[in-house]
């Protein structure tokens, strides 16, 4: 099941906040240093608006943190979420080519068989 689109942003704005509250850095001070408003800033924090990745370089920057910091979680959701399953037999392999389906009915598979091998049938 896709996930909302909050479930994805959340985390990226909680670190900013995380990040922010720890070095005792003010709103005000924040968006001096971006250029983004107070208002804006509180939404990316709550998961309220999806914040382009220069956005996010800019809050990196003014939090004096490493970029990868901020982005490095959304890469590793959709990762997850893009997951596929192997199961490998002694003579072939297959592999789904429909990731997050392991519930559906109808999935399609790439099948495998090594060379020079005879095999049963996939089935």
Known sequence: MPRKKDE????VGKKIKKVRTEKK????HLANETGLSIDYLKKIETGKVTPPVGTLLQIARALRIDSGFLLKERTSTL???????????????????TPGAENKHLKAFRVTVEAMRDHEGVG
Not at 83 to 88: I, L
């Open 25 to 28: 850095i003010a709103y005000e």
């Open 8 to 11: 994805i942003l959340v985390p």
């Open 79 to 97: 990762k997850d979420r893009i997951k596929a399953y192997t199961k490998r037999t002694d003579n072939y392999a297959y592999t789904t080519l």
